[in-house]
C-alpha cells in the first residue's frame, strides 16, 4: 500500500474539525505523556520505535480500519519507517512530515474580524505549543504582538497583504517560548516595544510599552493597559475598542501563573487586582485574545481562540474565586511544571543567549505551561 505523507497543516485540519484519527505514537513513553499531537476526536496508542523494529505484526489487531492512521515520531525518519512497515502488512497509514518538531512550529492564521475602520485582525495559532500571536492591518501598516520565533512567517504574511510593520509588541518578557520580535522588527526597521519593569536584564535596545500608550494602525486604535501578574510588566492590548489582548494575564478556561521569576506569592496580588478590578472595569462585550491556550476544547469551530470577556467572568474559575486567601493558594498551589529550558529561553529573549536555530527548536520542544491548573 501507498504510503501517505501528511503536513502539519492536515493534521490540524483534522484538530480542528474534529476529525476521528488514530494517533501511532513511536516516541518513547515519556516523551508522549509529556506532550502529543492533541484533537477532539484523536485515539492514540504509544509503541516506542525501538519495540517494532522486529516489525509491526504484533500491534496489527491493536490498529483501527475505519479512520485515518497517522505514524508520529519526533523528527520524521522513525514514523515514516514504521508506516512503510506497516504498508507492507497491508495497513495504510501516513507519518507526519517533520515530526513531532514541525507540529512544534506550525502557525496557523486565522482572521479574526474586519475592524470598523476597514482593517483586520488576525491571530496566529500555534497548535503544537498552544501560543497565539496576533497582527492588525490597517492601510498598508500593520502591528505584531506576542510573535513566536517564526519571524519569516509574519513578514511572509504582512508582504502578501501588501502591509509595512512599522511596530512590534511583545506583553511581556516571554518565558515558554522564544520571541520573534526583535527579529521581526529589525527585519521590517519597526519599533520594538517591551515593557521595562520585565527587562532589568535585557541587553539589547527596545522602546518601554507603557501604561496608557496608544498608536495608530492605519484607523485602528491599539491601547497599553498595564495588567501585572504573570510577570510585573505583564501588558494588555485593546484592539479598536472592541479586542482585549490579554497575555499571559488570562486565558478562555484559566489564569495566568505568577510564578516564572520565583515571586508566586508576591505576584498573586497585583494578578488578582488585574483580573478582578482593572479587567473587571471593561466592558464585558470585549473579545478576549490570550496569548496561549491549554487544551484543544478552547478553540473554536472556525480554529479561533476567543470568548467575550463577560463570559469568562461568568465560566472561568480562575475569576470566580470571593476570598483572596483561596486566590492566593489557588495561583500558588496549583502550577504545572515549569516549562522546558525556561531560564535559557528568558535568557534568549532578554539577548543574553544565542542559541542557533536548532537549539531553538529543540528548547521549545514540549507543552505549554504558562496557566495555572
Known amino acids: 500500500m501507498t504510503v501517505r505523507i501528511m503536513t502539519p497543516a492536515e493534521a ?32 492514540y496508542l504509544n509503541v516506542p520505535y525501538f519495540d517494532l523494529l522486529d516489525g509491526v505484526e504484533g500491534i496489527a489487531d491493536q490498529l483501527p480500519d475505519d479512520r485515518d492512521i497517522l505514524v508520529v515520531c519526533a523528527k520524521e525518519g522513525s514514523s515514516e519507517m514504521v508506516a512503510d512497515m ?42 503544537g505549543k498552544g501560543c497565539l500571536s496576533y497582527m492588525v492591518i490597517d492601510q498598508g501598516q500593520a502591528a505584531v504582538i506576542d510573535a513566536t520565533r517564526m519571524a519569516d512567517v509574519f513578514l511572509a504574511f504582512a508582504a502578501e497583504k ?80 472592541r479586542y482585549l489582548l490579554t497575555g499571559d494575564i488570562l486565558f478562555i478556561d484559566s489564569i495566568g501563573r505568577p510564578d516564572l521569576a520565583g515571586l508566586a506569592e508576591d505576584w498573586a496580588g497585583d494578578l488578582r487586582k488585574t483580573l478582578y478590578s482593572r479587567y473587571g472595569a471593561l466592558s464585558g462585550n470585549l473579545t478576549v485574545l490570550p496569548a496561549h491556550f491549554m487544551e484543544m476544547d ?36 496549583n502550577l504545572p511544571p515549569q516549562p522546558n529550558a525556561y531560564q535559557e529561553i528568558r535568557k534568549t529573549n532578554m539577548g543574553i543567549l544565542t542559541p542557533a536555530a536548532d537549539e531553538q527548536s529543540e528548547m521549545e520542544i514540549g507543552p505549554n505551561r504558562c496557566a495555572v491548573k
Do not use: C
Open 298 to 333: 478552547e478553540v473554536n469551530e472556525d480554529g479561533s481562540v476567543a470568548a467575550p470577556l463577560k463570559t469568562l467572568f461568568a465560566q472561568n474559575h480562575g475569576l470566580n474565586v470571593a476570598d483572596e486567601t483561596e486566590f492566593r493558594s489557588l495561583v500558588t498551589e
Open 162 to 241: 501588501e502591509a509595512v510593520i512599522t511596530h512590534v509588541f511583545d506583553t511581556h518578557l516571554h518565558a515558554d517560548h522564544i520571541s520573534g520580535g526583535r527579529a521581526i522588527a529589525a527585519a521590517a526597521g519597526a519599533a520594538y516595544y517591551l515593557p521595562a519593569r520585565d527587562a532589568a536584564e535585557v541587553v539589547f535596545p527596545f522602546r518601554d510599552l507603557t501604561d496608557g500608550l496608544r498608536v495608530t494602525i492605519g484607523k485602528t486604535g491599539v491601547e497599553a493597559l498595564s495588567s501585572p501578574g504573570h510577570t510585573s510588566g505583564s501588558t494588555s492590548f485593546i484592539v479598536g475598542d
Open 12 to 43: 490540524a485540519q483534522y484538530s480542528i474539525d474534529k476529525k476521528p484519527l488514530f494517533i501511532l505514537d513511536v516516541r518513547t513513553e515519556d516523551a508522549f505523556a509529556d506532550w502529543k499531537l492533541e484533537g477532539g476526536s484523536f485515539s
Open 86 to 127: 506497516l504498508s507492507e502488512a497491508g495497513i495504510g497509514a501516513a507519518y507526519l512530515k517533520g515530526g513531532m518538531q514541525a507540529w512544534s512550529d506550525y502557525l496557523r492564521p486565522v482572521k479574526i474580524a474586519e475592524l470598523e475602520s476597514g482593517g483586520e485582525l488576525y491571530q496566529f495559532v500555534r497548535l
